[in-house]
Each structure stands twice: as structure tokens, then as C-alpha cells.
């Protein structure tokens, strides 16, 4: 999802950009990586893979692991050999989720995940790795085209069930894909620049609200009653891997870049939804 967009924006912008799927790049693969970086000779590589189901990176750890943190690692010592810097895409997961105020880029991390406890060793891999030349952009809350996300279920469920049970106890940054992908490139030319020091950024919208808050917005923007979105706990909905309760991230690193945060949740999703609409429409015909 990200990918995607990432990619289409550059395109639009007119770089000479190349996107590898995984089908083209197993990025758990050492050589692999390190013959695609040097053929290539990128400026910038950001790395948009992930291991990213949540749940089963809990009974697959290890799997999880190598996607998520030797999977980096290649990409860091393939970037230092070739000179190139490196954008790694990581989560709020990294965080224990209990705080009470924005988690800081140099906040101590507790991940209570697996899925956490990965994406912290790519984070660590890549820093270790790129002193000078790596970046890690953590993300949460991801929505847009091209892959499945909570927004578009919101949209698909209005439309199939009187009422929708919704978690009202975690709470957190939902991000459009496009505003993310606007950043990344923003902070890649800052990067070839020399005017973004190397280090954590968090790539998540301005404000703060809970899962039950964004479904009834999407709710309200459809022209329906936001009151058939009922709030819900989070123990109705167990799941293997334990959620955040609190995933708001602060973001002062962005300053350090000359570069402004994301705008407020709300008023990126007001632009995006119409958008969405009309891709699910597309996928409908």
C-alpha cells in the first residue's frame, strides 16, 4: 500500500525511481539484496517491506524475524557499501503502548509484540549499520489504495450491517498513505541535501483519536448515522499479539529536518475518503 504510492508519487515527480516487489527481491536474502544494490546504484533505498500480520508473527517469530530484521540488516550493509542511504519504515509497536503522552523519537522502547520485537531489531540493524546514512520513519495506523486497511472495512461495513462494534480503548494516529509517501520524499531530498541528519522520524497525522472515533468520522463522511458505530473494548476482540493501548507518537524530529509534521488526522482523511471511494467503485466495475 505504501509502496505503491511511494512509488506513484515519484513517478509523477519525474525521478527515476524503481520499485521491486518481492517476487523481484526477497529482501531475506543476503546476496540477493547486496546484487540489486550494486547493479542499481540507488541514491536512496526505502525499504516499505515488512512481515506485517500481526497475530501470527506471534507463533512465527522467527519467520517474522527475518523479514523484519535481517531483512534491513542486508539492506544497511549493501547501502554502506554502495554509498546509498536508507529509509526503513518501522511502527509505533516498538513502544510498550501504555504512556500517557506522545512517545518521543528517543523514548525508550519496550516492544510487547513479536511484531514489535522485529521491526525494533530492523530499526536497531539499520542505525548500527548507517550511522550517517540511515532513517527510520515510524508509522502507524496506515490507510489508503491498494491494500486492505481499517478505513476501507468502515467503508464496506456501512454499507452491509445496521450497527458496527468498534475498540474505543486504544488510541492512536490514523495516517493516509499519500501524506506519508509526500513526507518520505520530502525527507529523501532533505537526506541527498545533507539537510536531514540521519536518525528516528515519525511518519504519523497530526491529533489523536481511537478506532470507535475514526469509524464514526468515516461514518459521518458517508452521509451516515455515526451513531450505528457502538464503542467496544478491546477484550471483546482478543487477538494473539497484544495491541497498544496509547500508539501516539510526537514529531519534533521532523524540525530537525526543515520539514513540517503531517497535518491533523481528520482533515487528511476528509481529503482522502473521496478518493478511496471512487478506487472502490473502479474495483467494483
Known sequence: MLGQELLARLHRDGEDAVGLARGSLDITDADTVHGAVDALRPRIVVNCAAWTAVDDAEAREADALRVNGDGPRH????????????????????????????YAEDAPTAPR????????????????????AGYVVRTAWLYGAGGGNFVDTMIGLESARDTVDV????????????DLADRLVRLGRAAL?????AGIYHGTSGGDTTWFGLAREVFRLLGADPGRVRPTTSASFARPAPRPAYG??????WRRAGIEPIRPWREALHEALPALLDEKKGSAR
Open 75 to 102: 539492506l544497511a550493509e549493501a547501502c554502506a557499501k554502495t554509498g546509498a542511504r536508507l529509509v526503513q519504515i518501522s511502527t509505533d509497536y516498538v513502544f510498550a503502548g501504555d504512556g500517557t503522552s506522545p
Open 113 to 132: 509484540s513479536a511484531y514489535g520485537r522485529t521491526k525494533l531489531v530492523g530499526e536497531r540493524a539499520v542505525l548500527d549499520a548507517l550511522p550517517a
Open 167 to 178: 475498540v474505543d480503548d486504544q488510541r492512536g494516529q490514523p495516517t493516509w498513505t499519500v
Open 193 to 197: 541535501a545533507g539537510g536531514a541528519p
Open 248 to 253: 501516539v507518537l510526537g514529531h519534533t524530529g
